[in-house]
């Protein structure tokens, strides 16, 4: 199902049938199976699919087929904590140990609060697991993560947490009495007109689904996977939906849905735009709100959110002035390769859809030495997840347990770009940040996750 309406701005005509050939023509060349892209402006409105929910299968992808959001998810559970708290049911700067019990034992967090948690400022590890990994329990799950020591002082860096968005879902139990899911069914999904559909648990009927695929590099074909999401990540992953239904999430925020007052109030909304001035998400984008990222400057730019999950990417982006809002949705990881291309042609369309790309430096650090490289030596740790700095010839080395290796070329002010040893792939930056709680250098930030360094008797 495709529509048109009329022309945008400039005289700008969205031709339905071009766009969907377009489309089918750079999915084809990223090897994605099958794709949504949905677009809605104050003037036009847009909706193609193209492709297959399965490689190898004829089942075509339609405009209500539904694929996994991945971590686009948070933004809905960061604007399910912003209806609790404009209804009095959340306080965003009530320390956890006040509101959750498994929070109050000793060595938990004394200061962390649910704004820490939206902001990724929380110091939370990025990933956590547990034993009873199967169990749907958050309230477990919470429990087992408060004793866990923080990256950092909550609310002084940015490190990006699934975990810290679990136990915001914990959060949104204690203040409903009802689980995660139902809440969001009840107090956002249904009042966007979004018919639910979880990784997790019964689904609704009706939706056709997609497949997973995995692509390697350079190999171009894509195989079928299966998402692995434990039950207790629903809240930081486990949503899925259609283009249309991102869409609809984004004219909430642009206040141009129907029930955009009704379902959060014009404050609470405004508020969940403004870019924390503690998250320096370097990597990932320009700043980071509640619980939605920033592309381009404070005022003016775009806000949205990016998500994998096992074989699918999907990308979401509004600007809350203009009103216009676009969203792809993806079966394949090379979903992001097709992002950036849809993005390109948009631009050439007038729509300058925000976007962000890491700032790769093009010259090393003049002259650093091997005395200026020892003081970054080290391990670095985030959870379970452990990156190794050691000396390698001139420069520095890279790795961690899974297989990951690369050199690193230092620049100005700490930053670093990272090259593969086993990949052609383009470099991608990270930096070694002062570690505000001990002195020296004890932080490594990378692909917005930060990793605290191991003390070396540790």
Not at 6 to 27: H, K, S
Not at 65 to 80: D, N
Not at 153 to 172: E, H
Not at 205 to 227: D, I, K, M
């Amino acid at each position: 199902m495709c529509r048109t309406a009329e022309p945008v701005d400039d005289g700008l005509e969205m031709d339905a049938q071009q766009i969907t050939d377009r489309l089918r023509e750079l999915a084809e060349k990223n090897a994605v199976p099958g794709a949504q892209l949905a677009f809605r402006s104050s003037t036009d409105e847009l909706s193609v699919a193209v492709g297959v929910l399965c490689h190898g299968r004829s089942e075509p992808v339609d405009t209500r087929s539904a694929f996994p959001f991945g971590s686009v998810t948070k933004a809905f559970t960061a604007t399910l904590v912003a209806q609790l708290a404009s209804d009095g049911d959340v306080d965003l700067d009530e320390p956890l140990r006040d509101v959750l019990p498994e929070w109050r034992a000793p060595g938990a967090a004394a200061t962390l609060t649910a704004r820490h948690l939206l902001t990724h400022t929380g110091g939370l590890i990025g990933e956590h697991h547990t034993d009873g990994g199967a169990s749907a329990s958050l309230h477990r799950y919470s429990a087992s993560l408060s004793s866990v020591p923080l990256l950092h002082t909550p609310g002084t860096q940015f490190s990006y947490s699934n975990a810290g968005y679990c136990v915001l879902g914990r959060l949104v139990e204690e203040a409903t009495g009802g689980t995660w899911r139902e809440a969001l069914q009840s107090f956002l999904l249904h009042p966007l007109g979004v018919d639910p559909h979880f990784l997790h648990g019964p689904r609704s009927g009706g939706r056709s689904a997609a497949r997973g695929h995995a692509v390697r590099p350079g190999r171009g074909l894509p195989y079928p996977v299966e998402p692995v999401l434990p039950p207790t990540w629903a809240p930081a992953g486990g949503l899925g939906g259609s283009a249309d239904d991102l869409i609809a999430f984004c004219r909430l925020h642009t206040g141009r849905h129907p029930e955009a007052t009704r379902i959060l109030d014009e404050e609470h909304r405004s508020a969940m735009h403004d870019p924390c001035p503690a998250a320096d998400p370097f990597g990932m984008a320009d700043g980071w709100a509640h619980g939605l990222a920033r592309y381009g400057p404070a005022n003016g730019g775009w806000l949205g959110h990016d998500g994998t999950v096992d074989g699918a990417a999907c990308h979401m982006r509004f600007n809350p002035v203009t009103g216009e809002a676009v969203a792809l949705t993806t079966n394949a990881t090379s979903g992001t390769g097709l992002w950036f291309d849809v993005v390109a042609e948009l631009r050439t369309l007038g729509i300058d859809v925000g976007d962000y790309r890491p700032p790769v430096p093009a010259e090393p650090a003049t002259g650093p030495d091997r005395r200026f490289l020892v003081p970054l030596v080290g391990d670095y740790a985030n959870g379970d997840t452990v990156f190794s700095v050691r000396p390698h010839g001139d420069g520095l080395r890279l790795s961690d347990a899974t297989g990951l290796v690369a050199d690193l070329v230092l620049h100005d002010d700490l930053v670093f770009t990272a090259q593969r040893v086993d990949t052609a792939a383009p470099p991608y930056p990270g930096r070694f940040l002062p570690d505000h709680d001990n002195d020296g250098i004890g932080l490594l930030q990378l692909t917005g996750r930060t990793a605290k360094r191991v003390p070396a008797d540790g």
